[in-house]
Nanobody, 121 residues
Framework: QVQLVESGGGLVQAGGSLRLSCAAS????????MGWFRQAPGKEREFVAT????????YYADSVKGRFTISRDNAKNTVFLQMNSLKPEDTAIYYC??????????????WGQGTQVTVSS
């Protein structure tokens, strides 16, 4: 069992930055790939970024490539999402998840409760 708690969301102006964190409980954190997803009002939850269990592989949605960076610290059971050059269309609830490396929601077993990110124009 893995429990995930996101933090770091908030309100920021367009062009600004935020760093999201996701703290995991449980001894098996380093065994799983981690992912970030987001869901805007009235839209489906969509893939943002994923990182392999070792941190050696990462993959991003085209919409965030070059602006967002995913990383992890297995010693601290934490995964991060550094978000730069934020745009109003990045506004959403951001969720972290653990499971299988990739962009498919179905590959992720455990999910956090989400943290709100709002980007004003």
């Amino acid at each position: 069992q893995v429990q995930l708690v996101e933090s770091g969301g908030g309100l920021v102006q367009a062009g600004g930055s935020l760093r999201l964190s996701c703290a995991a409980s449980g001894r098996t954190f380093s065994s799983y790939a981690m992912g970030w997803f987001r869901q805007a009002p009235g839209k489906e939850r969509e893939f943002v970024a994923t990182i392999s269990w070792s941190g050696g592989s990462t993959y991003y949605a085209d919409s965030v490539k070059g602006r967002f960076t995913i990383s992890r610290d297995n010693a601290k059971n934490t995964v991060f999402l550094q978000m730069n050059s934020l745009k109003p269309e990045d506004t959403a609830i951001y969720y972290c998840a653990s499971g299988r490396y990739g962009s498919s929601r179905e590959g992720y077993i455990y999910w956090g409760q989400g943290t709100q990110v709002t980007v004003s124009s």
